[in-house]
């Protein structure tokens, strides 16, 4: 993952407008003034967003002539696959770059006929987590909509098959970038873009609180995980600096509010890391957090980061955590890794679209 936002000079000569960028009024006015009957925008469309051409050549519904001006003047993002890493377990891990050189990774997991899709919403994270190999590689820049829109149908397309659900779980924070992530979960939603079900549609967040709350009232049923790690101040603090300004009892009543308005079940994920956040008193303050809340808890085993301190708890530790959790009536889960023989700095992603998706 650290490889990730390595910078590379454009091979392009003039930078030329994503297509994917344009909402549909944008192109019923570009097709006006070239002259093109209204019927185009939704032909156009078709290909880019159901479809996922690759080129304008192949809109074979289109005159030739009118290929060749959208040729000229737009692109259709030009992703491009770097690496591609096939675990034994079939998921398959890709590392794409932009046109501008910036890249980014997505994970696609096929598991009993579904195909989870983990997504990055920016190249690198400005958070800074202590834990995180993209917080320590610090932030490169927001995505588009359509970049992101891109690194799901690019998955699609790969395995040949219907993506059934997203997560938001690859580099970045998606709350950061709140505008395009939307954006890229509408047309991920809509029956004209992919068709995934807003509630397979998930959310990873470090705990943006007035991006929680415009969130809350977004009239999806989109899912909302926030990355909790701690339910004691000054551990959070120290694990998760990016999020300092927002105090947990400010998350924990903005969550409740969350909670009333959706009524839906948001998920907390919580990375054991031995003697930090898995100690007794963490223990109990996470058990205070949750108790009455609607939540559950992915209790998340710690992928090894290049040069990290922090250790993952034990096995019977984290099954401590699940059982003291039910008894205040708190449902949690563990999940272990699967995939070890692909790059393992890539487990963060995969370990958590399994979690959010089975
Ligand atoms: N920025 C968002 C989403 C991307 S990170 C967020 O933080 O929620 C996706 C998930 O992976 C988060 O829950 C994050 O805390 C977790 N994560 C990061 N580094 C990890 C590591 N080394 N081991 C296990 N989980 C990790
Ligand atoms: Fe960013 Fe999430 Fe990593 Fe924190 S855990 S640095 S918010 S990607």
Known sequence: MQDANTQQPSSRP????????????????????????????????????????????QMSNLPKSLRAVLEENLTLGGTEELVKQISQDGSRKYLLRYPDGV???????????????????????PMG?????????????????????????????????RVTSVVLMGQGEPFMNYDAVLSALRKLNSPEG???GARHLTVSTCGVIPMIKRFANEPEQFTLAVSLHSAVQRTRDMLMPGVKKYSLLHLYDVMGEYVDKTGRRPTYEYALIKG?????????????????????????????????KFQPSTEARAQEFVR????????ATIRNSR???????????????ERMTH
């Open 14 to 57: 003039r930078q030329k407008k994503d297509i994917h960028n344009y909402s549909h009024k944008e192109l019923v006015t570009l097709f006006q003034e070239l002259g093109q009957p209204a019927f185009r925008a939704k032909q156009v469309e078709e290909w880019v967003w159901e479809k996922n051409a690759t080129s304008f050549s």
């Open 103 to 125: 890249s980014v990774e997505c994970v696609g997991m096929p598991t009993r006929g579904k195909l989870a899709v983990c997504a990055s919403s920016q190249a690198g994270c």
């Open 129 to 161: 987590c202590a834990f995180c190999a993209t917080g320590a590689s610090g932030f490169t820049r927001n995505l588009t909509a359509g970049e992101i829109y891109e690194q799901v149908m690019h998955v699609r397309d790969d395995f040949d098959t």
């Open 194 to 196: 992919a068709g995934i």
């Open 276 to 308: 930090v956040n898995d100690t007794e008193e963490e223990l109990a303050s996470l058990c205070d957090f949750c108790r009455d809340n609607l939540a559950h808890v992915n209790l998340i085993q710690l992928n090894d980061v290049k040069g990290s």
């Open 324 to 331: 003291r959790l039910a008894n205040v009536g708190v449902e």
């Open 339 to 353: 995939g070890s023989d692909i790059d393992a700095a890539c487990g963060q992603l995969k370990q958590n679209v």
